[in-house]
């Protein structure tokens, strides 16, 4: 075997290991940066030798291991040949309207729906052999049970997580996640519906396979799907698809990147002819059909630089380097930091002291990266102590074998650096200017251990000044935002407490029931969890969550100290405007005007309605946009004589 032959086998080898750990759930091996790179000196070595390997990735779709029933897919699900240059799409597009969409980063599933039903719900696998996760479907987002299309149906969407729900899920669990896509995959290996529920988990179509309707067209095919209530992939059309047009639209889905206007992880854009038949012409080229799509992946900017020092940052559980270096430029904005994820990430990139030439980037136009060495210099040092309290750090192997460095306090305040992150956005306490780089530099000074301390920086506020970065003004800004956060709503302020499952809405669903004191003593004193079980959109898990947060002496406290620092007001309950005044409405099924149904509903008791959870006597309306369904709710609307409206409907008649 000569040089390049061992190096090609090398190169299969370290991408199968690296798409198996990124489909899995499991810590990534490289960035996509370092995946494509290798993929394509792997296929320029493939087109040298005049041959591949049975197992090369340039061949196979890399699968997920996820257990369970083994089905075949009844429609190869293959992988798009995929560019970073727009010259490509205008010669690929061979001025036919295409459509381009995002390329979400999560797991892709099928769902297969006959009678109205879903029928099955499968993983993609290896692109022809899935694992079928129908059970797990009610614990997703935006996968109805029934549908008002009775024929065949094969849908294929992405399971993904929002950065937000990451975050707060890394908050309220403790868990480590590298990322969403981590958090996602691994959720579908679990067995528990609730714990999967936890998630948050959303499947969001990206095509529709197969329908017994001739639909000839992409663009009508999405706007079928999005007529029987799914939320499809966000998506645009372009008529003339010249090198302008094209470069135009990419720069204004870049620019929603940049700017994080979508909520999903993506990993480039997706394009596709809008002529269905043409698309289905295509020949088979390795594991992709040559028109069933393209894949755009942006070009990542690289710059190289120097390291000055790693910092251990302690946040949520773990001891997390960073690498600070030498600022450079990136996509428009001057990097300096860049997080290096684990010990692993750094043994596997061969990170060592100051003076280190190393690489960077930032992943996806979002997330600056180091992407290799490019001169090592001197050790890298793991510390045995948490660089906040003191206590000793030691290193934790995961069954993965992904070792992370951690504080063994578990009253460490940097563990808490993501609840004092909610506590004072603008969501919770309001408290501008203190941002959470702001926090742990706070926290390291060793000034915050609760979130009463917050209150209590003006004692530091010469010192805060004499901070690098900062002075007498921040000092002074920071002084005066705390000042004016004193005085907060109670329902902000529940949310900024971090109690597990209380967000916004559930907050003021509370507070609409019981004021803030009553809450809190009905939870101290109470033997029942699920006593808050009987407010409309509660239920047990949160009730549950609730009360153990309050009987937990420790957190109580907490509460207690905060209280003598702030001033609570209620929630000023008027609704701004009276169109459904004294009208009670309940929604069931997938909406496709509003966001979601927290929306809908926000926007009836916004108009002086009110939303419970079952239909009535007392029910006005119930809004389903499935209205001929045979669901238990539509029978009980139908005895009462009550009125099923779809969300069209409603909008007709109540909207402004």
């Not at 940052?313 to 001891?319: E, V």
């Not at 030439?357 to 136009?365: D, S």
């Not at 390291?444 to 251990?449: D, K, R």
């Not at 939870?523 to 006593?531: C, H, I, W």
Request: charged letters at 25%; one cysteine or more; aromatic letters at 8%.
């Amino acid at each position: 075997m000569n040089e390049k032959e061992q190096l090609m086998k090398e190169y299969v080898s370290r991408l199968n290991e690296a798409s198996d750990a990124y489909y899995n759930g499991r810590t990534e091996l490289m960035t996509d940066y370092e995946w494509d790179a290798m993929f394509d000196a792997l296929k320029q070595l493939e087109e040298e030798l005049g041959y591949t390997l049975e197992d090369s990735p340039t061949q196979n779709v890399s699968a997920d291991a996820i257990t369970g029933v083994k089905e075949e897919h009844e429609f190869a699900a293959l992988s798009l040949a995929k560019t970073k240059k727009p010259e490509d799409i205008e010669k690929w597009a061979e001025g036919r309207e295409i459509w381009l969409s995002w390329k979400l980063d999560g797991l892709t599933l099928v769902a297969t729906y006959d009678g109205g039903l879903l029928k099955k719900l499968v993983t993609r696998g290896d692109g022809h052999i899935g694992t079928n996760i129908t059970h797990l479907a009610p614990a997703l987002s935006g996968i109805p049970e029934k549908i008002s299309e009775k024929g065949h149906l094969v849908i294929r969407g992405e399971a993904v997580i929002s950065y937000e729900d990451f975050e707060r899920f890394r908050i309220e669990s403790g868990e480590d996640y590298a990322n969403p896509r981590n958090l996602a995959s691994g959720s579908l290996t679990l067995k528990d519906i609730g714990e999967v529920r936890k998630r948050n988990i959303q499947w969001i179509p990206f095509t529709l396979v197969y329908s017994e309707k001739e639909i000839l067209s992409w663009g009508e095919r999405m706007a079928f799907l999005e007529g029987l209530g799914f939320r499809t992939v966000e998506h645009e059309k372009i008529a003339d698809p010249t090198l302008g047009n094209i470069n135009a639209c990419i720069g204004r889905w870049t620019e929603k990147v940049t700017s994080m206007e979508n909520p999903y992880p993506v990993d480039g854009l997706v394009i596709a002819y809008d002529d269905t038949a043409y698309a289905a012409t295509g020949s088979v080229t390795g594991h992709h059909a040559t028109r069933a799509g393209y894949a755009f992946k942006w070009q990542d900017e690289a710059a190289e630089t120097v390291l000055d020092h790693i910092e251990w940052s302690c946040a949520a559980s773990t001891i997390t380097p960073v690498a600070v270096f030498e600022p450079v430029e990136l996509e428009g904005t001057v990097v300096k930091r860049a997080s290096l994820c684990n010990i692993s990430e750094c043994e596997r990139l061969g990170i060592g002291g100051a003076g280190t030439g190393i690489a960077v980037i930032k992943a996806n136009k979002i997330i600056p990266k180091v992407i290799r060495v490019v001169s090592k210099q001197g050790e890298l040092h793991i510390p045995d102590t948490c660089p906040v309290c003191g206590q000793p750090a030691k290193i934790n192997v995961s069954p993965s074998g992904t070792k992370t460095l951690r504080c063994v306090n578990d009253d460490c305040a940097a563990k808490k650096l993501k609840k004092y992150t909610r506590f004072v956005s603008k969501q919770g306490m309001d408290i501008d200017g203190i941002s959470e780089n702001t926090l742990a530099r706070f926290i390291a000074c060793g000034w915050i251990h609760s979130y009463a301390d917050i209150f209590r920086l003006a004692e530091h506020k010469e010192e805060i000044a004499q901070l690098d970065g900062f002075g007498e003004k921040s000092a002074s800004n920071i002084d005066s935002s705390i000042t004016r956060s004193r005085t907060v709503q109670d329902r902000k302020l529940l949310f900024a407490l971090n109690i597990p499952l209380i967000g916004q809405d559930v907050a003021k669903r509370l507070l609409g029931a019981y004021e803030l004191d009553e809450l809190v003593r009905i939870a101290a004193e109470t033997e029942d969890p699920a006593v808050f079980a009987v407010i409309d959109g509660i239920g047990p898990e949160k009730s549950a969550a609730f009360v153990t947060w309050f009987k937990d002496e420790d957190n109580r406290t907490a509460y207690e100290d905060l209280m003598g620092q702030v001033t609570v007001e209620k929630t000023p309950q008027e609704p701004a405007g009276t169109g459904m005044q004294g009208m009670t409405f309940v929604v069931t099924g997938d909406v496709h005007h509003f966001k979601n149904r927290n929306e809908l509903k926000a926007y009836i008791e916004a108009q002086g309605g009110k939303v419970t959870g079952s239909v009535s006597k007392s029910t006005n309306f119930l809004i389903n946009n499935d209205a001929q369904s045979s669901s238990s709710k539509n029978k009980k609307a139908a005895q009462l004589n009550i009125p099923v409206i779809t969300e069209d409907e409603f909008l007709e008649r109540f909207g402004s």
